[in-house]
């Protein structure tokens, strides 16, 4: 089985080709497939086995349709988002600031259409430098839970247009005592979203 037969558009083949990726791990086989069609989906791999790339994939993809001419819905979607400043339709929420950075860092590898912005807001971080990027209104913020929370406190972002929620490395943020930050994110972004949960255990 290659990339293209699991839904994928061209480019996020070349994207997979690109980076060496020649066949699909079996977590991306399973999960690529549900992601693209809008289910919720929890996925557990070892570390190493191309998880993150199998929602970052999807995800991208979705985030292209209304570029490529997507369904009407997609479209308002997308053209809502104009007038929704720093409202963001993908969070992808990390336990640490370092695998926060591999996410950003693989995002940046696998998005063939860089008008869709990412910022990844960590705690040790600048605060400014986080702020001013937010302003240019980030299609996804990748983020830890602690340093999301003091920005939406700030009012620096706004969570309501959430359209995909993505919780990786889960179990190892419940180990860390990130329940509470994470109702309060669950609080903030819409009932109506597709959740994507990974665990690397």
Known sequence: MNFSQLGLAPAQVRSCESLGYTEPTPIQRQGIPVVLSGQDLIGCAE???????????????????????????????????????RKVRVLVLAPTRELAAQIEKNYGELNPVKANRSVTVIGGASMSRQLDALRRSPAVVIATPGRLLDLTERRALDLSGVEVLVLDEADRMLDMGFLPAIRRVLSMVPEKRQTLLFSAS
Do not use: D, H
């Open 47 to 85: 570390t190493g086995t191309g998880k993150t790339a199998a929602f970052l994939l999807p995800i991208i993809q979705k985030l292209t349709e209304p570029i490529q001419g997507a369904t009407s819905t997609r479209k308002n979607a997308g053209s809502a988002k104009g007038s929704q400043e």
